[in-house]
């Protein structure tokens, strides 16, 4: 029996011009989707259980079965240098990365104005929300870069994570939020301590004050 040819699993997988420092480097931005999505969200899941993050997990995973989708059906190729990366026969547009730290960056703007607390307050929320976009915009110059993708292709992903994510974000907070208590109160949601914290307006001062005055109760109760 002839041996079938080998396919390599492409999750972490990018290459660039060996020698070539912004190369390397750009290569480690292009993997920021994947250590948001195992790093970020994952990590959320564990040890956070807000509906509002869930959610937002929920729409990264709508966006890029989206993204899927429409390549399937446009079938675009990539540019010339897909043969040197071994990347042709995967399609080219819209460009996933591109789709994926757009709707990241989007919907992180739009949830920090709603809960602006839950990044550490007013003062400073303006700081991640210009990470987010630097990173978005850094990411879909590495895929050009790199030779993955033409600039029409990371601009149709912009595009359409931008709008995807406005979408996203309308349908979850106009929408499912009604559903929230009914989702906290279930036995699923008892059971793995899921909450919503869309109410609170500063969650990272809830919690600080509330660990103290536990803390305190504590203590006068074994003094």
Sequence with gaps: MSASPL????????????????????????????????????????FR????????????????????????????SRPETCALLEVCESHGWPSSHSQYMFFFATYFTLLSYRKAGFFGGNENKWIVEVIAWFMAVLTMFSRVYLGYH???????????????????????????????PLIEESYIGTTFYIKDTSHICNVLKFEYDNARAARKNMTDKSS
């Excluded at 290569?27 to 990590?43: D, Q, R, T, Y």
């Design 150 to 180: 033409t600039i029409a292709q990371v601009s149709a992903g912009a595009i359409l994570g931008t709008v995807l994510a406005w979408s996203w974000y309308w349908v979850v907070n106009n929408v499912l939020l009604h559903y929230f």
């Design 49 to 76: 259980r807000e509906l509002q993050g869930m959610c937002f997990a929920v729409g990264l995973i709508i966006s890029q079965f989206i993204s899927e989708s429409i390549k399937s059906c446009v079938q675009q």
């Design 7 to 46: 396919k390599a699993v492409t999750l972490t997988h990018v290459r660039y011009p060996r020698g070539d420092k912004i190369g390397h480097f750009l290569a480690w931005i292009s993997l920021v989707p994947v250590f948001i999505s195992l790093g970020g969200f994952v990590a959320h899941f564990f």
